[in-house]
């Protein structure tokens, strides 16, 4: 059924479409890699990092629509904002699962030891399952409810960047460039953030 808004402004029947789709690209370019045996001499790490990088991607994606639509007024940022929510919560569950699989063969003891023993992993994993937590309440009903404790509850997706950024950071231990490039976009977020509500209760 089409909304009278899309009826409207016949481009946005076609916004979500396209955002799903150009969200499936990644997957796709991966997965070609896949076919074409073009991973590099270490596959499994490969996709590990390149999952990793686009959840990370897609979460300060959606951080952003919020700023965009207040800064633009178009209403059609936040439109596709759950969409592009649930695809951080896609992209963070294959990376998850290339680490359990590829990484460390299903082996149940290991995974645990790494969850509570590397530091690193641990803040992934702590990114992770507030991504989760953040998926299984976003439909519109949770929404209706949670009431005002979904609002406190979706503000965790700031801390499930920071977590990310921290991940990513200790990975790369020295070369720290791209965790500087991705902690430079979120920390411009955060600001954004406080600066509204600063001059909002001002
Ligand atoms: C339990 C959850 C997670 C586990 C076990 C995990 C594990 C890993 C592993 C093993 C790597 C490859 C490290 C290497 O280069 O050897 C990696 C890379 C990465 N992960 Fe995660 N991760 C988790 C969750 C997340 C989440 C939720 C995010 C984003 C919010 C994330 C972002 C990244 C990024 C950006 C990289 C790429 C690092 C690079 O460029 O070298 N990870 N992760």
Redesign the pocket.
């Known amino acids: 059924m089409t909304s009278a808004a899309s009826r409207a402004r016949p481009g946005l029947a076609l916004l979500k479409p396209a955002v799903f789709s150009a969200s499936l690209l990644p997957l796709g370019w991966l997965v070609w890699r896949i076919a074409a045996n073009d991973l590099g001499p270490d596959p499994a790490?490969e996709l590990?990092?390149a999952?990793?990088?686009w959840?990370?991607r897609f979460?300060l994606i959606t951080l952003s629509l919020t700023p965009l639509r207040q800064l633009s007024g178009r209403p059609e940022f936040v439109r596709v904002r759950r969409m592009v929510g649930l695809f951080?919560l896609f992209y963070?569950a294959i990376?998850?699962f290339v680490?359990?699989s590829l990484?460390l063969a299903f082996r149940w003891f290991a995974i645990g030891e790494?969850?509570v023993e590397r530091p690193?992993?641990s803040m992934?994993?702590a990114?992770?399952l507030i991504?989760i937590a953040l998926g299984i309440t976003s439909p519109r009903a949770m929404v209706r409810r949670m009431g005002k404790n979904w609002k406190r509850l979706h503000r965790l997706i700031y801390p499930?960047?920071i977590?990310?950024?921290i991940?990513?950071a200790w990975?790369?231990r020295t070369d720290l460039g791209?965790a500087v490039l991705?902690g430079s976009i979120l920390a411009l977020l955060l600001g954004y953030r406080l600066w509204r509500r600063f001059t909002r209760s001002a």
Request: charged content about 10%.
């Open positions: 790490q590990a990092i999952t990793g990088e959840t990370l979460l951080t963070a990376h998850f680490w359990m990484l790494e969850l690193f992993i992934g994993f990114s992770l991504l499930a960047a977590f990310g950024v991940h990513l990975i790369l791209e991705y």
